[in-house]
C-alpha cells in the first residue's frame, strides 16, 4: 500500500443554512500503515444522513459537534486489506464510524465485523442504522398496534420506507408523505395504501385529513413544519407522534414557529415522544431477526441512491435536503469487494 | 319553595378573543319543583375553570361545546333540600355539573352524594376535579419518580399548588412561575423550593435555567407559549412534559405559533403527552387516600379565591385569565348549609 493515495473530506466552514460544497474540503493523503494491534480497512460505501447537519453546528448535543479541518465521520462499510490484530483478518467485512474516507487504519477492536447477508450497502440502510431507527421509533416508541392507522412524512426515504413496510407487515393501514410522483410511485410499490406528494397537494390539513377519514393513530415524523402541523390536526384520541427527525428545520437560519395546534394534544390525550436510536440497542436482535423474516416473506424491500466517488460525498449529503434520494443515500468510495 | 327565585348564567354570544361581560347573561327564574324521582338541591359554591372557555367555542372537542341561550355547566356542590327519591334525602352534601346557577332539579340517580370531610368548596378544587388533575398529571402522565427536579407553571392555581405540593411530598425540588410576588409568596409557604414571577423576569429561558443549573426532569405544563419553550430549553435528556393545559392560547383569536424549539424534544428524548383527566378516574381512589394523608402530615393545602354571588361568576370565570385567583376560584351562590 506504500504511497497508495487515499482522498477524504474534511470540514471547511460551519455551514449556515443549506450546506454548499464551499463547507467542505477534499484532501488527499497517503494511505497510513497500520501499526500493532491495528487494521487497515478500504471503505467500499459510506453513508451520508440528515443528522449530521445538527453535528457540523457548534453546540451541546446527543452527539458532539463536528470539529472544522478535521475529517467528518459518520458510518461506512469495507474490507480489511491489512491486518496486525488478531480481532480482524485480511477480507473481513467491517462497519465503522470512518466514513467520509476510502481508507482507514484503526485499532481491530474498535471495527465491527459482520457476514453480509445481502448487498453490503444494505448495512448503511435498511439493515443498520437507519431500519433500526425505523423498527424502534415505530414499534417501541410509537408503540403501534397491529391494524392501526400509520402517517409517515418522508416516507421514501431510508427510514421511512422501513417505517411504511413495518406498519403494512403489521397489517397497518399506511399513508405517506412524498415529494414527486416517481417517489409515490416507488412506495405503492412497496404496498403502501395511498400516497400525498406534499409539493402538488395544496392545503396539507385536507389532503391527510382525504387520506385518513378516520383519523391517524401514530404519525411518524421526520419532517416538521407543515407536516407536524397537518398531522396533529388529524390524530385520532391517543394517538402516538414518534419525534424521528424534523428535517424542514435542520437548515433553518432562524428557528420556525412550532405546530400552532399543539394544545390539540391535550383534548386528544396525544403523546409526541422524541428518540435517538443509540437508546435502543437493546432491540438490535429483535430488528435483525424480524428484517429477516419479513425480507423472506417479500414484505420488507430497499434501494439505495448510490453517488460515486468520496470526492461527490459533500454534494450526496446536501441532495438529502433536496429530496434527491430514494431509500437509503451512500456514496460508493471503494469497490464492493477489495481483496 | 312555591315562587322562590332562582338565578342562572346563560350563553348569551361566544367570546372572541377575551369573553367579557356581554357574552353571559343572567337570568331570574322560579326555583323548579321536583317531580317523581326528582331531588331539589341547592348550590352552594360553583366552579370556574379555564377548560369552559374551549366549551364556548363551536367545534368538535373532547366535551361538546355550549349553545347559546342555555344555561352554562360546571361543577357544582350543594344540599339536597327536597327529595322525591330514595337516593338522596334532604340534607345530603351532593356534587353535579350542574354549575352557574343557584337552584336546578335532577334525577335523584344524577347527583353525587359525598360526605364532606373538609369545607365543601375543597371539593371543586384540591379534593375535585382540579386536584385529581394535579394528581394524575404529575403520577402517571409525568411518570414522576421520587427526588426529581420538577417545574410547573399556573404554580399557583387550581392545579399547579396541588401539582408543587405532591412532588414536594414525594421528595422533589420543585420550581413553580407565577405572576405575582403574593402567590410567590403563597408558594413558598407550601414549601415550594423557589419561584419565577414571570412579568418580572425577563428573559424566560434564562430564569428556568438559572432556577434548574441541572436541568429539568419534569415540566408540568398549565400555560403554553413562552413557558414550554423556556422549559424544553432546559430540559434533561428523557424529561417528561405532561400537557394539561395552555391558558395563554385559549383567548387567541389567531392559533399563536408553537414552540420554536420543539426539535430539541429528538436529541433528549422528550415526551410531551396531552390527557384529560377523565381519562384518569380509575385513580382516584388512589387520589382520595393520598390526599387524606398529605393532608394529615400537613404536606397539602390549599386555599381558594371566593367570589360572592352567581350574577359575578361571568367575572370570576374572566379573572381565570388574568390571574386574578390564587388557588381555585369559586363563586358563592348560596349558604354553606342550606337546611
Not at 410509537?142 to 403489521?170: P, Y
Not at 421526520?222 to 394517538?239: D, F, K, S, T, Y
Not at 428557528?255 to 435502543?280: C, D, E, K, Y
Not at 434501494?303 to 446536501?318: L, S
Amino acid at each position: 500500500m506504500d504511497n497508495q493515495k487515499n482522498r477524504e473530506i474534511r470540514l471547511k466552514s460551519r455551514p449556515v443554512g443549506l450546506p454548499t460544497s464551499d463547507n467542505f474540503e477534499l484532501v488527499e493523503t497517503t494511505v497510513p500503515t497500520p501499526g500493532a494491534g491495528q487494521v487497515l480497512v478500504r471503505n467500499s460505501y459510506i453513508s451520508v444522513d440528515p443528522y449530521m447537519r445538527g453535528r457540523m453546528v457548534d453546540r451541546k448535543s446527543y452527539v458532539p459537534p463536528f470539529q472544522i479541518g478535521e475529517t467528518l465521520q459518520g458510518h461506512a462499510v469495507g474490507q480489511v486489506v491489512a491486518s496486525n490484530s488478531p480481532a480482524a483478518k485480511v477480507g473481513d467485512f467491517v462497519q465503522s464510524m470512518n466514513g467520509w474516507r476510502e481508507w482507514y487504519v484503526a485499532d481491530g477492536a474498535q471495527v465491527q465485523k459482520f457476514e453480509p447477508a445481502a448487498p453490503i450497502q444494505s448495512y448503511l440502510g435498511a439493515l443498520g442504522m437507519p431500519g433500526m431507527t425505523a423498527y424502534a421509533g415505530l414499534l417501541r416508541i410509537g408503540a403501534l398496534k397491529d391494524g392501526e392507522r400509520v402517517f409517515v412524512s418522508a416516507a421514501s426515504g431510508a427510514v421511512g420506507s422501513v417505517v411504511c413496510q413495518i406498519a403494512k407487515a403489521k397489517g397497518c393501514y399506511v399513508v405517506g408523505s412524498v415529494g414527486s410522483d416517481e417517489k409515490a410511485a416507488y412506495l405503492k410499490s412497496l404496498g403502501v395504501d395511498a400516497t400525498i406528494n406534499y409539493r402538488t397537494a395544496g392545503d396539507l390539513t385536507a389532503a391527510v385529513a382525504a387520506a385518513f377519514p378516520e383519523g391517524i393513530d401514530v404519525y411518524f415524523e421526520n419532517v416538521g413544519g407543515a407536516h407536524l402541523e397537518a398531522a396533529i390536526n388529524n390524530m385520532r384520541v391517543g394517538g402516538r407522534i414518534p419525534l424521528c427527525g424534523m428535517i424542514d428545520m435542520y437548515n433553518a437560519t432562524e428557528l420556525p414557529p412550532g405546530p400552532r395546534n399543539l394544545a390539540m394534544a391535550i383534548g386528544l390525550g396525544l403523546t409526541l415522544r422524541g428518540f435517538v436510536v443509540s437508546s435502543h440497542y437493546d432491540m438490535l436482535a429483535d430488528f435483525h431477526r424480524d428484517m429477516a423474516k419479513w425480507a423472506k416473506e417479500g414484505k420488507m424491500k430497499w434501494r439505495e441512491t448510490v453517488v460515486d466517488g468520496v470526492e461527490h460525498a459533500p454534494e450526496a449529503f446536501i441532495g438529502l435536503f433536496k429530496g434527491d434520494n430514494v431509500g437509503k443515500m451512500v456514496v460508493r468510495v471503494g469497490p464492493d469487494k477489495a481483496v
